[in-house]
């Protein structure tokens, strides 16, 4: 179960503290930490970051990121996979990655672990198409479930296994059904 601790701060007060294993979020002026990732969890975001990774960010057209922090509209949370189309990757000067997220990604994952509160990852699933996110995806290994979120839309549940799962525009050249997703369980 994450644990939430009870001494409310600020958010420039909690980007000041020491990063925890795993991740602590910051939500509503608390802190909470992430469950530990299990198998199954561990297998999906490594194996749909590589999936995103070999078909978008060879191409230029997007990446995504594993537990990359990120920052904005008073809450810094740590999805388990971000996808920013190319254009809107934060750089340094000189060209590289910067270390600071403050925007919100264009695709964000969340694959629920068997302690983590649902309802505490649609939240944040929600606060970032509050903030310009084009898509939100909740994985659900234990129920082999995707559950879709499009801004102002209600949510779409895809859970056989032929079912053909929606990605960003950006993003149509991704193939994946919900049997691919929880396939890579298997592999």
């Known amino acids: 179960m994450a644990q939430t601790l009870s001494k409310s701060i600020n958010l420039e ?28 969890h561990s297998t999906i975001q490594t194996e749909f970051s590589t999936t995103v990774n070999a078909v978008l ?13 990120l920052t904005f509209g008073d809450r810094s949370t740590v999805p388990d996979v971000s996808v920013f189309t190319w254009a809107r990757i934060p750089r340094a000067e000189n060209g590289e990655i910067a270390n600071t997220f403050a925007i919100a990604p ?16 649609t939240k944040n699933i929600l606060h970032c198409l509050n903030h310009g996110t084009q898509m939100g995806w909740l994985i659900d290994p234990d129920e ?32 994946l059904n919900v049997g691919a997703v929880f396939g890579w369980l298997l592999e």
């Open 13 to 40: 007060e909690f980007l000041k503290l020491p990063e925890t294993k795993p991740a602590s979020e910051y939500i509503d002026g608390k802190i909470i930490q992430k469950p530990m990732p299990q198998g199954k």
């Open 144 to 175: 082999q479930t995707v559950f879709v979120y499009l801004p102002k839309q209600q949510p779409e549940v895809f859970d056989a296994s032929e079912q053909k799962l929606p990605v960003p525009s950006f993003a149509s050249e991704l193939n």
């Open 57 to 69: 960010k060879s191409r230029r057209i997007a990446r995504a990121f594993s537990e990359l922090r």
């Open 106 to 121: 264009d695709w964000t994952i969340e694959i629920l672990s068997p302690d983590q509160s649902q309802t505490k990852v």
